[in-house]
C-alpha cells in the first residue's frame, strides 16, 4: 500500500509603504501630502494526494496598519473517477484592501473605504484523453463592501453586497491538425441591494481558438464575442447598455534558428466598441516583434 504524498509550505512578509505626492492635496495649494502603509503577513498551506485523491489547505493572515486585519483561506478537494474523468470542489475567502488612489485621490477618493471581504464555493468536473479535454466548472461568489468607482458621486464606493453566480466551459481538442479550443463564460453579478446587474460585467463572453504548425510556420487566430452590457451614462450617469461586439485576432511566427519572429494583428475587422461609456477603444493594430533564446 503506497502512502499518500505531503507538501507543505510557510512563508512569511513584511510590506512597507511610504511615499508623499502633491496629488493627494484636495485643496490644489501644491502641499506635499504624506502616506504610509505597513502590512505583516504570514501564510501557511498543505497538499495531500494519493493516485485518486488530492486535499488542498490553505491559512492567510493579513495585517495592515490602516485598514485592519483578515485571515483568509482555501479548501480543495479532487477526486479521480477514472483514469479520465475527476471531480472537484472547493472553498475559498479573500481579502482586498483600498488602494491610496481609492482612499485619498482628490475628488475621486474616499478615506471611508471599508475593505472588500469574498467567499466564494465551486464544484468541477474534468475529463482529459489523449488531446481532447473539457472542463466544466460552476460556482458562486459573495462579496461584501466591494470596490467601485460610482460615477454618479465621482468617487470611489463599497457595494454593501454581491453575489455572482456562474459557470464556465472549456473544450479542447485537435481536428485535422488544428489545435481548438473553446471557453465560455457566463455569469450573473448582482447587488443585492438595488437587485441590478453590477455595470460593465456581460452576462456572457464566448471565445474559440485554433493554431497550427506547418513545419517552422506557427499560425492561429481566435475570435471573442462579448454580450451588451451595461453602465452608466457620462454626462447623465443614467444607467445606459452597452453593445455587444466581437473581435477577431490572426497571429504568425516564424522560427529561425534561435530566433522567432511574430506578427499579431488585433481587432482585424476593425470593429468599434467602447468598455466604457464615452469612451473609445482601440481599433485595428498590427504588432510585430522578435524573440532571440539566448
Known sequence: MLLPALEAHLGAEQLQQRGAS??????????????????????????????????????????????????????????????????????????????????????????????????????????????????????????????????????????????????ELALGTRVLEWRVDINIDASRPIDETTRQRLVRRAPYRASLGIERAFGPIDVGASVTHVAARYDNDINTFARTRLDPYTLLRATFAYRLGDCRLTLRVENLADERYQLVNGYNTQRRGAFAGAEIRI
Request: charge should be positive.
Open 22 to 167: 502633491t496629488s493627494y492635496d484636495a485643496n490644489f495649494t501644491n502641499a506635499l501630502v504624506a502616506f504610509d502603509r505597513r502590512v505583516r503577513a504570514v501564510w501557511a498551506g498543505t497538499t495531500l494526494h494519493d493516485a485518486t485523491q488530492q486535499l488542498q489547505l490553505n491559512l492567510r493572515r493579513d495585517d495592515y496598519s490602516d485598514v485592519g486585519a483578515a485571515t483568509t483561506g482555501l479548501a480543495a478537494y479532487g477526486y479521480q473517477l477514472t483514469p479520465s474523468w475527476r471531480v472537484s470542489a472547493q472553498y475559498s475567502t479573500a481579502f482586498r484592501a483600498p488602494s491610496f488612489n481609492d482612499l485619498y485621490f482628490p475628488f475621486f477618493g474616499n478615506p471611508q473605504l471599508a475593505p472588500e471581504r469574498a467567499r466564494s464555493v465551486e464544484g468541477g468536473v474534468r475529463y482529459a484523453a489523449g488531446e481532447t479535454s473539457a472542463r466544466l466548472a460552476v460556482y458562486r461568489t459573495r462579496t461584501r463592501d466591494l470596490i467601485v468607482f460610482d460615477t454618479a458621486s465621482n468617487m470611489a464606493q463599497n457595494i454593501a453586497s454581491v453575489r455572482i453566480d456562474g459557470a
